[in-house]
C-alpha cells in the first residue's frame, strides 16, 4: 500500500478557467506542493459554510450525511483522494462501522471533503497523485501567496458592521453571496444572528 500524505485546506477561490466552478487548493501538510481541485459552486460552498461555521437554517446534504452517519453509528475515519484519471480526481471516505468494520464509500472530492470538514478528520493522498497533478511552490512563491491571502482578508473585513441597520445587512449578505466572498458572509451572518 502507497504512504499517504497528509494535505489542508488552503483556499478556495473563484476558478480563473471555468466560469461557475472554484478551485479548491490543498497544500501538503508541512511541504510545498499544492493540489488544486476544480469544484462546483454548490460544494464550494458547502465547503466554505463549514469552514466559516455558518449554522444554515436547514440542513444541507453534507450536513444530512453527518447526521444519518451518527444516527446509524457510522463514524467517519478519514477522507483520502484516492485516484486520477484522465484530469479527474476520485477520492473515498473512510468509514467504520459498529463492529469496528472499515468501509470505503467512493466520492467526489469535493463531497468527501465537505464531509471530512463535518467530522473533522484528515485528509490525505499519494506521492503519485501530487507528483502528477501537484503545483510546486519555491518558498517565494509560498510567501507571495500569504501575503495576497493577508491583503485579500483585510480588504474584505467589513468595518462596524454593528452600527448598520438589519435592511444593509441583509443586502451585505445577500452581496457577498453571490460574489462568493464566504468569510464576509460569515461575519454578517453572525451580526445578525446576535440581533435576533
Do not use: W
Request: glycine share 4%.
Amino acid at each position: 500500500m502507497a504512504e499517504k500524505i497528509k494535505l489542508e485546506i488552503l483556499g478556495l477561490s473563484s476558478s480563473q478557467s471555468q466560469s461557475g466552478s472554484f478551485a479548491l487548493v490543498l497544500g501538503e501538510y508541512g511541504g510545498n506542493k499544492r493540489l488544486p481541485i476544480i469544484i462546483g459552486m454548490f460544494e464550494a460552498q458547502a465547503i466554505a459554510i463549514e469552514i466559516e461555521k455558518i449554522t444554515p437554517n436547514r440542513p444541507m446534504t453534507h450536513d444530512l450525511f453527518k447526521s444519518f452517519a451518527h444516527n446509524f453509528n457510522f463514524t467517519i475515519k478519514e477522507i483520502i483522494i484516492s485516484d486520477l484519471k484522465e484530469g479527474v480526481f476520485f477520492s473515498k471516505i473512510i468509514c467504520e462501522n459498529e463492529a469496528k468494520e472499515t468501509i470505503e464509500v467512493d466520492a467526489r472530492p469535493s463531497d468527501a471533503i465537505a464531509i471530512g470538514l463535518r467530522f473533522n478528520v484528515e485528509i490525505f493522498t499519494y506521492e503519485s497523485i501530487l507528483t502528477e497533478a501537484g503545483i510546486e511552490m519555491t518558498d517565494e512563491e509560498m510567501t507571495a501567496s500569504v501575503e495576497k491571502e493577508k491583503k485579500t482578508k483585510s480588504r474584505s473585513k467589513p468595518k462596524k458592521l454593528e452600527d448598520m441597520e438589519s435592511d444593509q445587512l441583509n443586502k451585505m449578505l445577500d452581496d457577498a453571496l453571490k460574489n462568493e466572498d464566504y468569510e464576509r458572509a460569515a461575519k454578517i451572518r453572525d451580526e445578525i444572528n446576535k440581533r435576533n
